[in-house]
């Protein structure tokens, strides 16, 4: 190919212009106790008058779950990123269509058929705390976070980053031994969030730092508190290197029921939603009071795909034909029924449609077949006894399944299906600080489900699921510790391999296999629906960035 470079120009992000929200976080009282009048431009609407666009007020968001921890950098936890990432930023960005504009670094070159990227840094961003941002923070956040910590970072640039390395205060060099031709698409702010090296580098544990329920960052909104099991407060970053934030604050509320999310959305104790229950998605499209657009981008990833993963360290989920038998078992097309309620698709492939030229739509999964999974569990020698429950050798055929407490209806779903074959199935709901270390670091579990996010390509977030050299302790890796020579070689093929038509049979091959030996089941591919108050506009619903251009109208 020869020596190719390419540049990108300072660019500006494009905003989502769609409807808004109530500008007093849904109390009716300010942050800060006091009343603005805050400066206001014209927004037309659909009869051809206008409303009133204000700038200040406090926007006020719904999560699921208590995140634990406000450091994006060490983990992949939806949770996490969710809750954090408003707090940095990436090197670049991603616009709605995945393609990557400039972020910290205001632009790069790529040389050396694709192992030397040269990224030139902004020269006028600081970091929270009014400590100048530098290429050491770059170096520093990869070395001692990314590389070591964040399940999709570690899987795939683990091996093949020779060095990353601060020329001069403004200018890093990342350089790889073979080509690398997913960079850009890993240097988000949900890839690859970049931490204060003066703040996190203090030598003390990164899992445990006390930054990590404080966060310094450099995104468009500034950490306030953090009140555990109930809210996240923030402040709008004065000093942002973008244009915006134009709200005055940002308050995260921890509402686990969705349910409960959307009666506080339509009561205005909410403005903004991450995902709207199915059932209510029809009559909240009907309602012109609210917004909504769905993108397969969250803030953990993108093109996520629920999935089953087996511990293939357990008895009884160590045999294929008990794997097989569950896939059988299984009817994915009531998960995109009854669970997703027509968000989503069946997996048709172990990575996600969304990744067109590395998605095998022809690979051979376990069709629904009741009949065949009680043949298959018949053969391995399971008796089904007077209770329905099978049993071999004095022992019944039980296993549990850990879950987010989010995906209970995953699991009921679960239960309710490979009970029909003689399955006793245990449903173990862990929030997300304890699920990691007991399925990663105690491999506490025989099944368990996971939204293994496969981001913009497959090396960001496929591979973690199946390289061996990626079983271990951190969160959101190999979890069923799969172990074959032949798939890490693909692995290892397709990351050094430049042109996606390539790399495309090498990605079909490692699919064929992997649906074979069955270390995991892919249910469902996700997608997920955002959801505003139709005052509000300017959200960016594909990133966790989403409200750094957001502004709302005068009630």
Not at 82 to 98: K, Q, R, S, Y
Not at 290 to 296: C, R, Y
Request: hydrophobic share 40%; with cysteine.
């Amino acid at each position: 190919m020869g020596m190719r470079t390419r540049t990108a120009a300072l660019a500006c992000v494009a905003l989502v212009a769609t409807g808004c929200g109530r500008d007093d976080g849904g109390s009716g009282e300010p942050t800060d106790g006091t009343t603005s009048s805050p400066a206001a431009t014209a927004t037309p609407t659909a009869d051809g008058t206008s409303t009133e666009t204000a700038e200040g007020g406090t926007l006020t968001v719904a999560i699921s779950s208590d995140p634990g921890s406000l450091n994006p950098a060490i983990t992949t936890s939806g949770a996490v990123h969710t809750a954090a990432e408003t707090f940095f930023n990436g090197l670049v960005g991603l616009d709605a269509d995945g393609a990557p504009v400039p972020e910290l670094a205001e632009s790069w070159e790529i040389a050396d058929d694709g192992r030397t990227y040269t990224f030139t840094l902004r020269d006028d961003v600081t970091w929270h705390d009014g400590e100048p941002f530098t290429a050491d923070d770059v170096v520093f956040t990869f070395e001692d976070a990314l590389l070591e910590l964040h399940a999709r970072t570690k899987a795939s640039m683990g091996s093949a980053l020779e060095s990353v390395e601060a020329t001069d205060d403004h200018t890093v060099v990342f350089r790889f031994a073979e080509p690398y031709a997913p960079l850009l698409q890993q240097l988000n702010v949900t890839e690859a969030p970049i931490l204060p090296r003066h703040v996190y580098g203090d030598g003390t544990a990164l899992e445990e730092h006390p930054a990590n329920a404080a966060p310094v960052g450099t995104g468009p909104f500034v950490f306030e508190s953090y009140t555990e099991g109930s809210e996240i407060r923030a402040t709008a970053n004065p000093d942002y290197f973008k244009e915006g934030p134009f709200l005055d604050g940002l308050v995260m509320r921890v509402i686990p029921d969705e349910g409960t999310q959307l009666l506080a959305l339509e009561s205005g104790e909410v403005d903004f939603l991450w995902g709207v229950p199915g059932p209510d998605l029809a009559r909240l499209q009907d309602d012109p009071d609210f917004v909504l657009e769905s993108t397969p981008s969250n803030p953990g990833g993108s093109n996520c795909i629920m999935t089953i993963g087996f511990n293939l360290e357990r008895p009884i989920t160590a045999d294929p034909a008990v794997r097989r038998a569950v896939g059988h078992a299984l009817d994915r097309d009531r998960f995109v029924e009854q669970v997703l309620f027509g968000q989503g698709q069946v997996a048709q492939a172990p990575i996600s449609s969304g990744i067109p030229w590395a998605h095998a739509a022809d690979t051979e999964l376990p069709a629904h077949d009741v009949e065949e999974a009680r043949r298959l569990l018949d053969e391995a020698g399971w008796v089904e006894g007077d209770d329905g429950i099978r049993a071999k050798d004095g022992g019944p055929l039980a296993i549990d399944f850990v879950h987010f407490p989010t995906f209970a209806k995953y699991g009921e779903l679960v239960r309710e299906q490979l009970g029909e074959v003689g399955f006793d199935v245990e449903l173990v709901a862990l929030e997300p600080p304890v699920f990691g270390p007991t399925v990663f670091g105690e491999d506490d579990f025989d099944t368990n489900v996971i939204s293994y996010c496969n981001g913009p390509d497959p090396e960001v977030g496929v591979r973690r699921m199946y390289d061996s050299a990626l079983i271990g302790d951190v969160p959101f890796t190999n979890a069923a510790q799969y172990r074959n020579p032949e798939v890490d070689r693909l692995l290892e093929e397709a990351s050094q391999t430049v042109d996606p038509e390539d790399r495309s049979p090498i990605y079909a091959e490692l699919q064929r296999i992997v649906a074979a030996e069955l270390p995991y089941l892919w249910l469902v591919e996700t997608v997920g629906t955002r959801a505003w108050n139709a005052r509000c506009e300017g959200f960016q619903p594909h990133t966790g960035l989403f409200a750094e251009s957001a502004r709302c109208a005068d009630a």
